[in-house]
DNA sequence: CTCTCCCGCCACCCG
DNA sequence: CGGGTGGCGGGAGAG
């Protein structure tokens, strides 16, 4: 396990002996599971691996301990692809002062430094040729080391919604070693969630984690306080400038829309009395404070849509203008920031306000409405979200459970989805039955419920904030727009990479967010893409993709196209929800390269740029099919099961018994356009299915389960249909029995090149295949390349445990992102997906397993492919080993820490 | 080019 | 006074 020497080989292969060294590092797996993981993230390439040594040595002395492998871009010395980074390099070399005050730095940077240090040794050496091509590869794209995906690592190592019983302590240190950057960025992340409450501070170098417990009142008082600033009129005031300038420029566009308040001296907003936010002289100034301004500001928006500018100039102080234009331009890249935890937390999503001459980036707010959330509410909210729950299959049952957990502080899964499944039963041709039959399946699936529920969280809040929408307390206008209660009209309103589209289709104004809003939705189908992106980062509880912090997961619903039920045109505007908060995430780069962009034009457009048809369709198709139901508005309703889903249950229902057997089949195939891939043909068929969905209006729901590769997956994310996996479950009806739920496995962002490798389930087989390539899955996804995934096994152990793991209450959280335990053969089969990403072998069987099965998952072989780099982490890939190790110990969020102390100690 | 926003210097301020 | 915090803005990546 220990590798500790880095050869050139290792350093290539990057996963390996990241986890090896993060192994080491932490030695204690444990904890480095997490922190791999998040690590993983900076990674980019191999070569931090093999600071591995480095870390060892970290734990020792903190100097060189600090330097983790992980940031990569501090190997800007070593690194060469860059001219800057050549020229430090060159520099470095040329003067040793300089490469020691980098090595200082370094120091503080831990992670980073492994990669440094690592490099600087090595690299120099080593990097010759190859080397820096692989390297280059592997380099970590601005992307990557952005601070929306730092925090969705830090978020994911927390529950949502810890049990008021476990305290978990954030040490900025090792959080900042585990994640592989620079104390300083987590100061960033750490004040603007202290802003929300979600943490705050405890002593030095520490801070409490709460959760989301408090986040409702936290808004409410935002809310109420942007009120009495009345940061409406002056955001509808500004954006009322913005329009004017840009009809200048455009011509005459804007016209109505925002309202337009204008009382520019509205801009005073003394701070807030935000509890957080203190504000002094510094302070005021302070990223907490901007950012409750920010939430404030958004909160009181009538679309609840802020451009940056719009909100640096109210946050400025009144300034509106931008008389000082670096001081503008602070406040914007402060806003930058606030809006990328911001995003993370699901809470606003990035769409662009379109306009002819050009689309403005602007923030909107998805989080949720309705900011009173009482233990009955929460109930609705399961009952609005049953709905879809049923379609979506076990997943969503777990859902449910999550749901209660979350509000009940314990989590139990088996509780949870008995009551789902009286609901269920309740329910004449839900597909929940089916699923209940499986019965134990979501049990099993227990582990997966972790992710749910997060889902549920976000569901809570957005989901069940998204009922309320209907009637929200501020937008009414949105309520209006979507047909659907619920978020539809936010989540509409949100999207809009497309923006253009959006725009150009509708007549918007220029500034009419909320009309661009709605409209965008529509057009946005094309979400494909975008739930690939969506992967990174955020996922907004309301669209398709819910992420799921503690665990790395991301649901992804195919329900979100619940469609425009009836009437609603708008509704579809779900999808454009999804697309839109994909490309606010900006994690972009992994849909990218799966599908590349796709643009989320027609849904299936073969105007889809890039590839497309195959990438695109698979992935987002399945992602979001026709029928656009967004999860909010399932979630915000039952009006999802009223509407249209009894289709969709027929469908699902069908769809899962049937497939059950056939496994995956055509469903499956359904959902995953992937394995499309190559084949358009197939898609066609399957699309064929969907639309018929779409006609009925029931969507189909797709549901995926992402799973992100957290620690051990170096980048690889796994996405398992729900949809599927009913025919899967049925498959092996077992209440406990493993599931074999095809999955697909997406490469994380970094990966980029890689395409997604889908494993179809298959039912009830267990592979063996396990080749250390891909075999041939059943269902074809045709990555080409790619071998086609094992089937990606879900059970309690994959093994034998019957029983799903229990969720421990105050696991639960921490379960999330264990809890799935995949079977080891879900693990090969990951592996061998991908050939060529290396990555994709263990981490997920890492990433699954929790507690019991031990065995699955050591990946026989472990190859590091040689781009590992992808995923790279330095953590993430380790060794299969060790992540094995690592997931096994089950890691907690608490456990995280633990974990991270432990390393923590010795960097510091 | 513009938009983003990473990076890290260095000042503030607390213990 | 040392070190934790975190404001700040240069400058570079991405589009």
């Known amino acids: 396990m220990e590798v500790n020497c880095l050869t050139l080989k290792d350093l290539i292969s990057p996963r390996q002996p990241r986890r090896d060294f993060a192994i080491e590092d932490g030695e204690n ?42 940031k990569l871009v501090d190997r800007q010395q070593a ?39 690592f490099t ?23 992307k990557q080391k952005s601070l929306g995906l730092l925090c969705q690592k830090f978020l994911a190592r927390y529950p949502s919604y810890p049990l008021s019983t476990e305290k978990t302590t954030i040490s900025l240190d090792e959080v900042a070693v585990s ?82 308040s204008q009382d520019p001296h509205l801009l005073d907003f003394s701070e807030p009395d935000c509890p957080s936010s203190s504000a002094s002289s510094r302070k005021d100034k302070s990223l907490r404070t901007m950012s409750q301004k920010f939430v404030m500001l958004l909160l009181a928006s009538k679309p609840k849509i802020v451009t940056l500018g719009a909100a640096a100039k109210v946050l400025t102080e009144g300034s509106q203008d931008t008389a000082d234009h670096s001081k503008f331009k602070t406040k914007v890249r402060r806003l930058y920031d606030i809006a990328n935890v911001l995003t993370s937390l699901a809470l606003i999503k990035k769409v662009h306000v379109t306009e002819e001459r050009g689309r403005k980036p602007a923030f909107k707010w998805i989080g949720p409405v309705d900011f009173s959330p009482s233990d009955e509410e929460l109930v609705d909210v399961s009952a609005s979200v049953l709905p879809e729950l049923k379609r979506d299959t076990y997943g969503h049952i777990q859902f449910c459970a999550n749901q209660k957990l979350a509000r009940h502080g314990s989590f139990n899964s088996v509780q949870a989805s008995e009551k789902i499944q009286r609901k269920v039963n309740s329910e004449p041709s839900s597909p929940y039955r089916d699923k209940q039959e499986s019965g134990g ?104 993709l819910v992420y799921v912090p503690s665990a790395p997961l991301f649901m992804l619903c195919g329900g979100l196209q619940e469609a425009p039920a009836p009437g609603a045109g708008p509704e579809r505007d779900s999808r454009g929800w999804e697309v839109m908060a994909a490309e606010h995430t900006s994690s972009p780069s992994v849909p990218k390269r799966l599908g590349e962009e796709r643009r989320p ?54 769809g899962q018994l049937s497939a059950a057997k056939e496994a995956s089949g055509k469903a499956l195939a359904n959902c995953f356009v992937s394995a499309e891939w190559g084949n358009p043909s197939r898609n066609s068929e399957i699309e064929k299915p969907l639309k018929e969905n779409e006609s009925t209006k029931e969507p189909s729901l797709l549901q995926y389960l992402y799973v992100q590769s957290p620690a051990a997956l170096n980048g690889f994310n796994v996405l398992l249909s729900g949809h599927q996996t009913p025919p899967a479950v049925g498959a092996s009806p077992g209440p406990l029995p493993p599931l074999s739920v ?150 907690n969020t608490t456990s995280a820490q633990r974990r991270l102390e432990i390393p923590s100690g010795g960097s510091d």
């Open 29 to 70: 797996v444990q904890k480095e599971n997490i922190f791999v993981d998040c690590s993983r993230m900076a990674p980019k390439t191999p070569i931090k691996n093999e600071p591995i040594d480095l870390s060892k040595q970290k734990l020792f002395t903190p100097e060189r301990n600090p330097m983790t492998p992980v």
């Open 79 to 117: 690194e060469p692809w860059t001219p800057t980074a050549n020229l430090k390099v060159l520099i470095s070399a040329a003067s040793p002062d300089i490469r020691d005050r980098e090595k200082k730095k370094g120091l503080f940077r831990p992670i980073e430094n492994k990669d440094d240090a």
């Open 120 to 142: 600087d040794s090595l690299q120099l050496d080593v990097v010759g040729d190859s080397a820096v091509d692989e390297f280059e590869k592997q380099r970590p794209s601005r």
């Open 179 to 260: 994640l592989g950057v620079e104390r300083r960025r987590i100061y960033d992340i750490v004040n603007v969630l202290e802003s929300l409450h979600l943490v705050s501070r405890v002593a030095k170098n520490q801070y409490g984690w709460h959760g989301r417990h408090s986040l409702p009142k936290t808004l409410r008082t935002l809310q109420r306080l942007g009120e009495e600033q009345r940061y409406e009129e002056q955001m509808a005031h500004l954006q009322q400038k913005e329009l004017d300038l840009l009809e200048y420029k455009c011509g005459e566009r804007k016209r109505d829309g925002c309202a337009e």
């Open 441 to 544: 399946y979501s049990l099993e699936i227990g582990s997966l419920a972790a992710v749910y529920r997060q889902k549920i969280e976000d569901t809570s809040q957005g989901g069940a904030f998204a009922r309320r929408r209907a009637m929200p307390p501020s937008g009414g206008r949105d309520a209006a727009a979507a047909p659907l209660p619920s978020r539809s009209a936010d989540s509409e309103s949100c999207a809009s990479p497309p923006a253009n589209r959006v725009l150009s289709g509708a007549p918007t104004d220029s500034q009419a967010f909320s009309a661009q809003n709605g409209r965008g939705a529509v057009s946005l189908g094309p979400v494909a893409s975008d739930a690939a992106e969506s992967l990174q980062p955020a996922l907004l509880p309301g669209q398709p």
């Open 601 to 654: 034009q027609e849904e299936e457009g073969p105007a889809t740029k890039r590839q497309s048809r195959d990438c695109e369709e698979g992935p987002l198709s399945l992602v979001m099919p026709k029928k656009p139901s967004d999860p909010t508005d399932i979630a915000s309703s039952k009006n999802m099961e009223t509407r249209g889903s009894a289709p969709q249950e027929d469908l699902r229902r069908n």
């Open 742 to 891: 095809p999955c697909m496995v997406v490469p994380s962002p970094t990966l980029g090149p890689f395409p997604l490798v889908y494993s179809p389930a298959v039912p009830g087989r267990v592979p063996a295949a396990p080749g250390p390539l891909p075999h041939a899955g059943p269902a074809p996804f045709g990555l080409s390349g790619l071998g086609s995934a094992a089937p990606l096994l879900i059970g309690p152990a994959a093994a034998g445990n019957p029983k799903p793991p229990p969720l421990p209450t105050a696991d639960a959280p921490l379960q999330g992102p264990r809890a799935l335990s995949l079977s080891p053969v879900t693990s090969r089969s990951l592996r061998v997906t991908q050939p060529e990403s290396p990555v994709y072998r263990g981490h997920q069987a890492s990433v699954a397993k929790p507690q019991q099965s031990p065995a699955p998952v050591t990946p026989k072989s472990v190859r590091c492919t040689q781009r590992d780099t992808f995923f790279k982490t330095p953590g993430s890939l380790g060794d299969p080993v060790l992540r094995k190790r690592e997931r096994n110990p089950s890691r």
